[in-house]
């Protein structure tokens, strides 16, 4: 194998110390990782791989008749870009207590199952606005002051889905 060899200014030829070559190739590998990094980097955390940076819907929450009603006031979003759309059916709620323990039944219902004759099973209604099969701004979500009352054992609730949290809020 042939040494690696340099001329000097002189025009002499002297081999390489393997020091520097070893200096030389190390550069080398950590502008290759550095560059490969900045590369796939971004992809990894794309929404489109799965990891999920959901800015979550905003929520105004009222007392109307007996009723927490909380309005969806902005839908869930990517800082700005649009995440794919979520159906109604993949969408769950989970209704929490102040120490976030889960409240029987309402752990991850289908928001497709909170309809009006399901009232009395989860004391919890979805109700769209038009025939959308997907949320929209406007749609509100009731749920029983008797059975989720406000005060110090008031609960929350959490919108999830496929994507991560989409929302949460508390009743008060």
């Known amino acids: 194998?042939?040494?690696?060899?340099r001329?000097?200014?002189?025009?002499?030829?002297?081999?390489?110390s393997p020091r520097a070559i070893h200096i030389a190739l190390d550069s080398v590998a950590l502008v290759a990782v550095v560059v490969l990094f900045a590369v796939v980097l971004p992809y990894y955390l794309s929404p489109r791989i799965g990891v999920s940076y959901i800015v979550p819907m905003r929520f105004t929450v009222q007392?109307?008749?007996?009723?927490?009603?909380v309005r969806i006031d902005e839908l869930y979003h990517w800082n700005g870009r649009e995440p794919p759309s979520v159906a109604l059916t993949e969408a769950t709620i989970t209704v929490r207590d102040i120490n976030s323990t889960i409240r029987q039944p309402?752990?991850?219902v289908p928001l497709s199952n909170l309809t009006e004759s399901n009232w009395h099973i989860y004391k919890v209604y979805y109700q769209k606005k038009g025939s959308e099969s997907d949320f929209v701004v406007g749609a509100s979500i009731l749920l029983d002051m008797n059975a989720y009352p406000r005060g110090p054992r008031g609960y929350s609730f959490v919108l999830e889905s496929r994507l991560g949290i989409l929302g949460e809020c508390d009743l008060q």
């Open 1 to 5: 194998m042939k040494k690696m060899q």
């Open 7 to 16: 001329t000097d200014t002189r025009g002499v030829r002297r081999p390489i």
């Open 63 to 69: 007392r109307i008749d007996g009723n927490w009603s």
């Open 106 to 108: 309402m752990s991850h």
